[in-house]
């Protein structure tokens, strides 16, 4: 009885394991779309969260299979989110300022002009306003100077603090393609950067969909083209 038992028993598991060659595991459709779809194993900020496969289709024989899967993938906190936040905002309201500020400057020192052209000494009158309009400027040119120099600066600080920002959330990331793209890291950009606010704050998951084809081969099944 015992005998017929493990028989049994070991027929089950020939037929277990055969039907389950059939198909891809989970674990070889999870090293395929990690590997070649979502690859963040080598990411600072990045990570897998959560596997899920969702559906298997056979193919015209059974060396083929097709999977749809989905990999959710986690963004851990950058580091220092109020400071960043702080910043931006900061640059943001110079890039607005600033203008106002050379647009008020540029009126003062032009002035308005008080000539009245139906008067005999209208020609005479203009020509003391223009020589203080010049005097005006010539305290002014330097303070105008800087203000165009400090509004082209902060937009290149602006420019750098989102780059940098931007760089954090793929550091260490292998890149998929020649373009060096990470494509998990562009899920992650898809919002107004220059809005501190869409910025991402705390822990942030996007899940990624994939629909796969695999292969059998004597080492198992592979992603096929």
């Known amino acids: 009885m015992k005998k017929y038992i493990k028989i049994c028993t070991l027929i089950i598991s020939i037929i277990t ?27 600072k900020y990045m990570s897998i969260d959560k596997f899920e496969k969702i559906n298997g289709i056979k193919g015209d024989d059974d060396r083929h299979y097709q999977i749809s899967a989905a990999l959710t993938v986690k963004l851990d906190e950058l580091p220092d989110p109020e400071g ?47 020589q203080a309009k010049d005097a005006r400027w010539a305290v002014a040119e330097s303070r105008y100077t800087n203000l165009r120099n400090e509004l082209l600066e902060t937009d290149q600080k602006l420019k750098a603090l989102i780059a940098y920002r931007k760089s954090l959330i793929s550091m260490g990331c292998g890149y998929l393609d020649v373009n060096q793209r990470n494509p998990v890291a562009l899920n992650f950009l898809n919002f107004d950067q220059q809005n501190s606010d869409a910025w991402p ?17 004597d080492n198992g099944w592979v992603l096929g083209n």
């Open 17 to 43: 394991l055969t039907a389950c060659s059939n198909s891809p595991s989970d674990s070889e459709v999870k090293k395929a779309f990690s590997d070649y779809y979502v690859n963040v194993a080598s990411c």
């Open 201 to 217: 704050v705390g822990v942030k998951k996007v899940t990624i969909k994939q629909n796969m084809y695999f292969i059998k081969t």
């Open 84 to 130: 960043f936040k702080k910043t931006l905002d900061e640059y943001k309201a110079k890039l607005v300022q600033i203008p106002i500020d050379m647009d008020t400057l540029k009126k003062e020192a032009d002035g308005v002009s008080q000539v009245d052209w139906s008067k005999p000494d209208a020609e005479e009158k203009a020509k003391l306003e223009e």
